[in-house]
């Protein structure tokens, strides 16, 4: 990597409203901005993330690539994670891996930022942008215990103010602002004397390993939180949950890893998808029952019409059902 020992690195997460909210920002730093940034933002896996790569590059004076496996990273570059693959900072380079789903996402905004906090400790700053729900949260709680800095933009001032409010009510931010004042504070603090350094607990040097596919065991699992009674929505796997404060999280062994609230949403749509099959199969059966009473009428018509009547009342009731998951999203 070449840069100075003491260079910063910049994490930065942003899901729902991050092209604008991204573009924003990269339009802030000035050609010999003197650190790597690395970005995730959430993409489906169907997309290339080449249209925001153009963006970004057309937006600002730093160039901006798809990172690579193994690549060594320079300062005064903007660094993408690439679709469907998690990306991680590891001492002077990067890496892409193929790991399970964190927060039903990959690229994952945990995982990056946890690596960089293990690597590089009291050097890196952790931006949390607009989005959904709480991906980033855990992940700059880690950059915040190995003596990092915390920055979330302003929930005022986000497209989608949940994953800046979940920070800043589950980690604390050093710094709450709008997108178009970070330029000035970010140049302030790459120029400025680096904080204590911390040495990265274990909790979170496990869980950087295991997005590097380093580890993925009921050990080490086991020595992140405890077992409880539900299963992963993903793999069908046992989760173990972990407390960090007040923020939820729990992960299987395979490596799926979810917050609570990330859980439960998980959970409702799988519950909907059990629903619509079920209404499916007593839909069928009920059409089923109603040929045969047509085309068997000798032979215990009544009996066959009556359980075509049954049917219809689990399909009221499985449709009602449906409405009040509709009502819970």
Request: charged share 20%; glycine share 8%.
């Amino acid at each position: 990597m070449d840069q100075a020992g003491n260079s910063r690195l910049i994490v930065v997460g942003a899901s729902a409203g991050g092209m604008s909210a991204l573009t924003e920002l990269v339009a802030q730093f000035p050609k010999d901005f003197p650190a790597a940034i690395f970005i995730v933002n959430h993409m489906g896996a169907d997309t290339t993330g080449d249209a925001l790569v153009k963006v970004l590059n057309d937006s600002g004076g730093l160039p901006c690539t798809h990172g690579q496996d193994g690549q060594v990273f320079k300062n005064g570059h903007i660094y993408l994670a690439p679709s469907d693959q998690h990306m991680l900072v590891v001492k002077d380079k990067i890496l892409i891996t193929k790991g399970a789903r964190e927060n039903r996402s990959r690229p994952a905004i945990d995982p990056l930022f946890r690596s960089a906090a293990v690597a590089y400790g009291n050097r890196v700053i952790g931006i949390i942008l607009t989005g959904y729900l709480d991906d980033g949260t855990s992940g700059m709680g880690a950059i915040k215990r190995c003596g990092g800095v915390c920055i979330a933009q302003d929930p005022a001032d986000a497209a989608y103010p949940d994953m800046p409010q979940s920070v800043i009510a589950n980690v604390g931010a050093d710094y709450c602002l709008p997108i178009a004042q970070m330029g000035v504070l970010l140049s302030d603090l790459v120029s400025k004397p680096l904080r204590p350094n911390k040495p990265a607990p274990k909790d979170i040097v496990i869980e950087a390993k295991i997005a590097q596919r380093v580890l993925s065991d009921l050990p080490s699992v086991e020595a992140l939180g405890e077992q409880v009674p539900f299963n992963c929505p993903d793999c069908g796997g046992v989760l173990w949950k972990i407390a960090e404060g007040k923020h939820l999280r729990y992960r299987c062994h395979t490596g799926h890893a979810f917050t609570s609230s990330v859980l439960l949403a998980q959970q409702t749509a799988k519950i909907e998808e059990t629903l619509w099959v079920a209404l499916r199969m007593f839909e069928e059966r009920q059409n089923l029952l109603v040929t045969m009473s047509k085309n068997d009428a000798k032979k215990s018509p009544s009996s066959v019409a009556q359980r075509a009547k049954d049917s219809q009342v689990h399909i009221d009731r499985i449709r009602a059902m449906l409405k009040t998951t509709d009502k819970d999203k």
